[in-house]
């Protein structure tokens, strides 16, 4: 994935396609993925098409949004009209999703004023602190 998405920006490809760029991703890498993709949008101009079940990063990308169920489209929209939507999966799709949505944005703010410390979350012992670990 890594690979792909270097050789999109050093090419700066006009069009992008991803699946699923988040997929098998911790909280914090998603957040990092989300933001490069961001920029990557901005900085480029490039449209970007991105395949996820991820609301939260459709939700921060996307200009506009289409829900498949069955192989079909059954919504099209800005996020606002997907968040609003009255279609019964998009509802349900959206409501299972909207409990975590909270915990991301959490996330999300912290990586943007992330400076790249490695941060004592309280979870390793003294041996691990500071050393490399290598990450994204």
């Known amino acids: 994935?890594?690979?792909?998405?270097?050789?999109?920006?050093?090419?700066?490809?006009?069009?992008?396609?991803?699946?699923?760029?988040?997929?098998?991703?911790?909280p914090i890498k998603c957040?990092?993925?989300?933001?490069?993709?961001?920029?990557?949008?901005k900085e480029f101009k490039a449209t970007l098409i991105i395949n996820t079940s991820e609301l939260f990063t459709a939700y921060n990308l996307s200009d506009r949004i289409g829900i498949l169920h069955r192989g079909k489209i059954v919504e099209i929209g800005p996020p606002d009209q997907i968040k609003s939507s009255t279609h019964p999966y998009v509802q349900e799709f959206t409501r299972k999703?909207?409990?975590?949505?909270?915990?991301?944005?959490?996330?999300?703010?912290?990586?943007?004023t992330w400076t790249g410390q490695k941060v004592d979350d309280g979870r390793r012992d003294d041996g691990h602190l500071g050393k490399k670990t290598g990450g994204f």
């Not at 957040?31 to 949008?41: C, M």
């Open 97 to 112: 999703s909207k409990e975590f949505l909270p915990q991301i944005a959490k996330f999300q703010a912290e990586l943007s």
């Open 31 to 41: 957040a990092a993925i989300d933001n490069l993709l961001l920029r990557i949008k």
């Open 1 to 26: 994935k890594r690979v792909a998405l270097c050789r999109a920006i050093v090419q700066r490809k006009p069009l992008i396609i991803f699946d699923e760029p988040n997929a098998g991703l911790d």
